[in-house]
């Protein structure tokens, strides 16, 4: 079955930081751009970040997490790594990595922080409380 896991969520404090990883389940990463979207109650679904596929060259984040979130590939391991840092109270949510929209240039592909609806992981949770 094609699917993405997550994994590396959990219970932090406010300012400390922490790595998810999106594993792609039998399957190669690389040909998908791929981001990074949460969802807490009470809040629509937020689109967090994203990386174009094959080399990564485009990235984009949100506002809210510029600065302190950092997108990156592994290839040899066939993920896509997370890097939260510095986290906030309102950060907390379950976190889905998905198979985003890419715009096709000449040059390169550039990622949009916008479901493909292709692939979906099943979510893992990042708790910041202190």
């Known amino acids: 079955q094609v699917q993405l896991v997550e994994s590396g969520g959990g219970l932090v404090q406010p300012g400390e930081s922490l790595r998810l990883s999106c594993e792609a389940n039998g399957f190669p990463l690389d040909p998908y751009g791929i981001g990074w979207f949460r969802q807490s109650p009470g809040k629509g679904r937020e689109g967090v970040s994203c990386?174009?596929?094959?080399?990564?060259?485009?990235?984009n984040y949100a506002d809210s997490v510029k600065g302190r979130f950092t997108i990156s590939r592994d290839s040899a391991k066939n993920t896509v790594n997370l890097q939260m840092s510095d986290l906030k109270p309102d950060d907390t949510g379950v976190y889905y990595c998905?198979?985003?929209?890419?715009?096709?240039?000449?040059?390169?592909?550039?990622?949009?922080?916008?479901?493909?609806?292709?692939?979906w992981g099943q979510g893992t949770q990042v708790t910041v409380s202190s």
């Open positions: 998905a198979a985003v929209d890419q715009v096709i240039t000449r040059q390169q592909a550039i990622c949009l922080i916008n479901p493909s609806e292709e692939l």
């Open positions: 990386i174009s596929s094959y080399g990564g060259s485009s990235t």
